[in-house]
Every structure is written in C-alpha cells, then in structure tokens.
C-alpha cells in the first residue's frame, strides 16, 4: 500500500513539476560510446595493424564516459524531480554500470598492447564479437527508456542470453588455452584478457538488471 503510494505522489509530482530527462541522453550517450569501444576491441582481436591507436581510442572513449558519469551525478544534485521511472539511486546504479563496462574495454584492450600479445586465440575474437552484440543491444534499449512504463522489455532477455552465452565461449576458450598453448607465459597473458573482457559483457547484463529492478519498482 506505501509504496503504491508513493508511486501515485510520484506521478502527481511529475505532473506540475519540471522533470529531467537529461539522464536518459546521458545513459545513451554512455552506451554508444561502451559500444564503439566494443568494435575497437574487437578491431584489435581481428587483426588490426595499429594496437597503440586502438587501446588510445578506447582510453578516449573511456575518459568521455567517465565525464557522462560525473555529469549524471551533478544533475542529480541540481535536479528536483527524476524521469517517473527511475529514482536517484536508480540513475547512480545505471551510470556506474555502464562506467564499469568501457572500464573493463579499457582493461583489456591496455593489458593487450601492455602484454605485447603474439597470436589471438579464435576465443578472443569471438567474446568480442559477443561483446560488440551486447553492447549494441544494451545501446538500443536505453534509447527506448523516455518510452518505457512498464518492466517487460525484450532487451533485458536478450542481453541476459548474450551473457550466458558469453560465459560458455569464455569456458570454452580456457579450456582450449590451456590445452594449446605451451608457454605459461601467455596462457597468463590471455587468461587475464578474457576475464576482463568476459567482465565487460558481466557489466552489460548487470546495467539491464539494474534497468529492469528500476522499471519494476516505479512500475
């Protein structure tokens, strides 16, 4: 009953007052930015000659997020009223997920140039790939947010599918490193760089959870 309450004195609010809906640029702004960094880092699994140019476009796109990240946070302490589906912890939960996905891109796209990697394991390429296709389908549900009203949206389970199917790429790769691969040196190397890419696309599902838990609870 409260909290049908406070849902009702929340919608009221919305109506006579000024409302927010800047967070909802800024989380898309963020998502974009967590997917061209996912092409980078797939980029630089596929062959691509520069690894430097790579690992610095994703720096610069991971600085840009953490700037979109700070901005949601001072927003909130000039804004009165949030978007009606998301209050301000909601917003706090969303943007700190989408900074942890591109911090991860970033992780592992410095250890790969850090590491001075020699041959990619197929593995490596294919969670790219799998992170480059969950990143875009987190960036196009966040651009349906301003519409959303309700907690069922198609995004969430299929970002969670791609996870899942992540994990099973990640145990197959481990497997196949550490059965192929002779020098323990770059088993360690590799071992570290799936994790963190394999954390990256983690961060996906968590940013559509936290998404989700919000919609549901303002629902």
């Known amino acids: 009953m409260a909290q049908g309450l406070g849902g009702n004195i929340q919608r009221l609010m919305h109506l006579f007052l000024p409302k927010e809906e ?22 630089l699994y596929t062959g691509h000659p520069n690894p430097e140019e790579i ?25 009165f009223v949030t978007p009606i589906m998301f209050d301000r912890q909601d917003i706090i939960d969303v943007a ?13 796209a410095d ?20 992170l480059v296709e969950v990143t875009g389908c987190l960036r196009d549900g966040v651009a349906l947010l301003p519409k959303l009203r309700d907690s069922n949206v198609d995004f969430v389970k299929e970002v969670n599918t791609l996870e899942n199917k992540g994990d099973v790429v990640l145990k197959q790769g481990l497997a196949a490193l550490f059965r ?6 770059e088993i360690l190397k590799w071992k570290e760089i799936l994790d963190y890419v394999e954390e990256a696309i983690d961060h996906t599902e968590d940013t559509v959870n936290s998404i989700e838990a919000a919609l549901v609870k303002n629902s």
């Open 180 to 185: 192929d691969e002779q020098d323990p040196i």
């Open 22 to 43: 800047e967070f909802f640029k800024l989380f898309y702004e963020m998502s974009d930015h967590a997917h061209r960094a996912a092409q980078l880092l797939h980029e």
């Open 111 to 130: 250890r790969s140039v850090l590491y001075n990697v020699r041959t990619i394991p197929p593995s490596v390429g294919e969670l790219a790939a799998i």
């Open 96 to 108: 700190d997920e989408l900074d942890n996905v591109v911090d991860f891109i970033r992780a592992a």
């Open 55 to 79: 690992r610095d476009q994703v720096s610069d796109l991971e600085h840009q997020v953490d700037d979109l990240r700070h901005e949601c946070t001072s927003r909130l302490n000039r804004t």
